[in-house]
C-alpha cells in the first residue's frame, strides 16, 4: 500500500509538471503571437508588408499548437482527477483501517475494564473456580445474544405475561403485591421463618 501511494504520489507530481510544462509552452504562444504583431506592425511602419500566405501559415501553425496543447491539457487533467480519486480512495481505506483498530482498542479497553471489575467483585475467576460451575447458567441467560430462535423462544414466554387476565394463552402481571403460598411441609416452614 505504501509503494502504490508512493508510486501514485510520483506520478501526480509529474503529471503535475507536464501540466506545468504545458501552461508555460501556452504562454510561450501568447508571446509569440504577441511578437509576430509587434514586428508586422513595425514592419507596416516602414512600409515592409508580409505576404498574406505567410500569415496564414502562421495562423495555421499557431492553432494546431493550440489545439495540441488544448488536448495535453485535457488529457493531464483526467490523469490528475484519477489520480486524485484512486489517492482519495487509498485515504478513505485508511482511515477505515484506523477507526477499526480504534474501535478494537477501544472494546478490549472496555473488556479489560470489565475483567477488573468482575475480578474485584468476584474475585480472580483463576483461584475462584465458581465461574466454571455458573457457566450453564451464564450461557442460558445470554442465549438471546447467540440465537435468533432463543430470543423469540424468550419474547414468547415473556409476552405471555402482557396479554389481558382472559387471554386464553397467558395471565396478566398482577397488579399488586404477590403473596408466597404457605409452606407445604415442615423443612419448607422452618427455611421460611
Not at 47 to 62: H, I, L, M, R, T
Not at 84 to 109: A, D, Y
Not at 125 to 136: G, T, V, Y
Request: net charge negative.
Amino acid at each position: 500500500e505504501r509503494e502504490l501511494k508512493a508510486a501514485a504520489d510520483s506520478v501526480l507530481s509529474e503529471v503535475r509538471k507536464k501540466q506545468a510544462d504545458t501552461k508555460r509552452m501556452v504562454d510561450i504562444l501568447r508571446a509569440l503571437e504577441k511578437l509576430r504583431k509587434l514586428r508586422k506592425e513595425a514592419a507596416g511602419r516602414k512600409g515592409v508588408c508580409p505576404p498574406p500566405s505567410a500569415d496564414e501559415a502562421f495562423e495555421n501553425q499557431v492553432e494546431s499548437l493550440k489545439t495540441l496543447l488544448k488536448n495535453r491539457t485535457e488529457l493531464y487533467e483526467a490523469e490528475e482527477r484519477a489520480l486524485r480519486v484512486m489517492l482519495e480512495g487509498e485515504q478513505e481505506e485508511e482511515r477505515k483501517r484506523e477507526m477499526e483498530k480504534k474501535e478494537k482498542k477501544e472494546r478490549e479497553k472496555l473488556l479489560q475494564q470489565k475483567l477488573e471489575i468482575d475480578s474485584k467483585l468476584f474475585g480472580d475467576p483463576d483461584e475462584f473456580p465458581l465461574a466454571h460451575l455458573l457457566q450453564p447458567f451464564r450461557e442460558y441467560y445470554l442465549q438471546a445474544e447467540h440465537s435468533v430462535a432463543a430470543l423469540i423462544q424468550i419474547r414468547h414466554e415473556w409476552d405471555q405475561y402482557l396479554v389481558p387476565a382472559d387471554h386464553p394463552e397467558g395471565s396478566c402481571i398482577p397488579p399488586g403485591w404477590v403473596l408466597p403460598s404457605l409452606p407445604t411441609n415442615d423443612t419448607w416452614a422452618t427455611a421460611v421463618r
